[in-house]
């Protein structure tokens, strides 16, 4: 496909900026920035009468919520990382108190997704079980599995819990989880239950003729959005993933499908792989997780473990070559100079995805470009008497909202865990690390 102007909306020329200027960073520097971070986040913890919350905006206590893309349940993932990483007792005490508050306010009638409702907390109670040994927490996360069972809504194909078919809050997410929880938990019932999801997913596909499959966010979306959070990318990954845990090739077929619709839109040449961020804006381009190819990449990469195809594997490659190639501060701001440095869709995402690159091909020019991400990171944090946190406008959509925020997929906690585990990797340490059902890379 023919590639035509366009502009990124994210700020990965950061990544390229560190190189410019030179500085030094060693491995410690990335520690004590983990350390600031969750030393500002015990500054902001809310007190209950259950145990710990963390708002996701601390000037708005309103903003308190039990979603695993901005809630309580990324302060919980950070500080029992914290603590496997430090043996702090105090960071334990955090975390415990904090998965104790989401224990006791999760409801069979929260939202169902994996970033927006139960599958979220099902996946934090059940890493909060595996880290402390607390059957409580397993017992709270085999709740969540048994109120999807109930929620299920039958369809003439399979199951689905709203009509959205996402990975942040429909059933592609939903499904993930409950892999996870088959695997990790012993969960009964759930990989049943995520193919049966993955059934219903394949019903409601739309054919491209000639080019495979694509599903909608959910039916009265305007837009498509092709790539990982709420698109064919998002879906194709966890058919993929179905097919990995049941060996049923009708998932593998169906997820072949998504990837070959994705790779007809693509904007591909020699170097670099990008898809755009919609298709009334197809001259808008993100790079992180949610609509840029730090997130498309895991599904070419999930395709390359099951398939050993080689294809995949390249447009991986070319996947990260474009993060680099579209780097630079000269091309890193959009109308409205959109500084977004999280997980989803700023700097950190696309440093652990250099680096998951780095982990999978060896080439040391991966790993000095997650280095320079992170040492972004460290000289855009603001440091403060009460550790460090990180100011930045969430939406490229309103550039006026700068907020430090807590969670994990938009502030502190899910920088700092990126930190704290690119510090240990740098040190040698093998230490175990948290990873997402959604994330197909391990270190």
């Not at 206590?61 to 496997?84: M, Q």
């Not at 007792?89 to 104790?100: K, M, V």
């Not at 550790?387 to 997929?409: C, F, H, L, N, S």
Request: include cysteine.
């Amino acid at each position: 496909m023919t590639t035509h102007p366009f502009k990124i909306a994210a700020l990965a020329g950061w990544i390229a900026l560190c190189a410019l200027l030179g500085r030094a960073t060693t491995s410690r520097s990335y520690h004590e920035a983990a350390m600031g971070a969750a030393r500002w986040m015990e500054t902001n913890s809310l007190r209950t009468a259950n145990g710990l919350v963390w708002a996701s905006d601390p000037q708005d206590p309103k903003t308190v919520n039990t979603t695993l893309y901005a809630g309580t349940p990324g302060p919980i993932l950070f500080f029992l990382e914290t603590y496997r990483y430090t043996h702090d007792q105090t960071f334990l005490e955090e975390g415990r108190r904090g998965a104790d508050a989401l224990l006791a306010s999760i409801s069979k009638k929260d939202e169902t997704g994996l970033y927006e409702g139960i599958a979220g907390s099902g996946f934090t109670l059940g890493e909060a079980y595996l880290i402390t040994g607390d059957v409580r927490y397993r017992h709270g996360a085999l709740q969540c599995v048994g109120w999807l069972k109930e929620r299920a809504e039958r369809t003439p194909d399979g199951v689905k819990w709203n009509d959205v078919t996402d990975i942040i809050a429909g059933s592609s997410g939903t499904g993930l989880f409950l892999l996870w929880a088959a695997d990790h938990l012993h969960a009964p019932g759930a990989l049943q239950l995520a193919a049966r999801a993955g059934d219903h997913l394949i019903a409601i596909a739309q054919p491209k003729p000639g080019a495979g499959l694509m599903w909608m966010m959910d039916p009265t979306f305007p837009r498509e959005m092709p790539n990982f959070s709420h698109g064919t990318a998002g879906v194709s990954y966890f058919l993929a993933t179905l097919y990995q845990a049941t060996g049923q090739k009708k998932f593998l077929n169906a997820a072949l499908a998504g990837a070959d619709y994705l790779v007809s839109i693509a904007d591909i040449n020699s170097r670099y792989c990008m898809i755009y961020h919609d298709n009334q804006n197809k001259g808008l381009y993100y790079l992180g997780w949610c609509h840029g190819p730090a997130g498309t990449a895991r599904l070419f990469y999930r395709l390359y473990q099951v398939t050993r195809d080689p294809k995949w594997m390249s447009l991986v490659k070319k996947c990260a070559e474009a993060v680099v190639a579209n780097g630079g501060p000269d091309k890193a701001v959009t109308p409205g100079v959109w500084h977004n440095v999280s997980m989803c869709c700023g700097v950190a995402a696309e440093a652990e995805f250099l680096y998951d690159i780095y982990l999978i091909t060896h080439e040391r020019r991966w790993l000095a470009g997650a280095k320079e991400g992170s040492n972004e990171l460290l000289n855009l944090a603001d440091r403060e008497s009460h550790g460090y946190r990180w100011v930045q406008v969430e939406t490229r959509v309103r550039p006026d909202i700068a907020v430090a925020q807590t969670g994990y997929m938009q502030g502190a906690s899910g920088i700092g865990m990126w930190l704290l585990h690119f510090d240990a990797a740098l040190s040698g340490a093998r230490l175990p690390i948290i990873t997402f059902p959604d994330n197909p890379f391990s270190y």
